[in-house]
């Protein structure tokens, strides 16, 4: 039986590597791609990025990966999962660098964290933090709620009452640190330095 084939999606910005790398200890192909053919006929897609989310938008827009993202999403049983920022990029927009409209995948926006009068954050959020999830989440099947993923980011998605299937983390305040909704799943945080947690969590992503 062939492996499957997984389509980490490179426009410059992302963790590909490691990325790659757990998907192939989990026994499966990893192909590090910014050709929009193979983009758009991917059956498993990771939008991964570490980085400025107007950057991304002016790189994903002019090499019409963005298009190549949407039909690859018109194949019903095409699966995406964007990785920290390419999570937020899935979103309707970005306060980072100036207002940024996003692939508008969910209706969620991004904004940074801020300092308020009562609390000093640490800015960046970086380490392991709990994540808070329902049972209904395909992608933490098998994960017990609270337990701990690893975070690297100064901006978060905002939550709505408007997208299902959402997992939490606190920061200053409640953030969106993963979803899942039909075809299109996020994460804030890093599956591929999460350690265990993490590897099943990608684990679940293939299998879904």
Request: proline fraction near 3%; hydrophobic fraction near 40%; glycine fraction near 8%.
């Amino acid at each position: 039986m062939s492996k499957k084939q997984v389509v980490v999606v490179d426009y410059g910005m992302g963790n590909l590597w490691s990325v790659a790398s757990a998907i192939r200890f989990l026994g499966a192909e990893a192909l590090i791609t910014s050709n929009t053919k193979e983009i758009s006929s991917a059956k498993l897609l990771i939008l991964p990025g570490v980085g400025s989310f107007r950057r991304a938008m002016q790189v994903i827009k002019q090499n019409s990966i963005d298009l190549a993202i949407l039909q690859s999403l018109s194949q019903p049983e095409t699966k995406l999962l964007g990785i920290c920022l390419g999570m937020q990029l899935l979103g309707s927009a970005s306060s980072e660098d100036g207002d940024t409209q996003g692939l508008g995948l969910v209706p969620n926006a991004v904004r940074k964290f801020t300092n308020t009068a009562d609390t000093r954050l640490k800015i960046p959020h970086v380490g392991f933090s709990e994540v808070k999830h329902d049972s209904n989440i395909k992608l933490f099947s098998g994960i017990p709620s609270e337990s701990c993923f690893y975070f690297v980011h100064s901006y978060f998605m905002e939550l709505t009452p408007t997208i299902k299937g959402v997992a939490t983390c606190h920061h200053g305040t409640e953030f969106v640190a993963a979803f899942e909704q039909g075809q299109v799943s996020g994460t804030q945080f890093h599956p591929e330095k999460s350690q265990s947690m993490g590897l099943n969590l990608l684990k679940n992503f293939l299998e879904s």
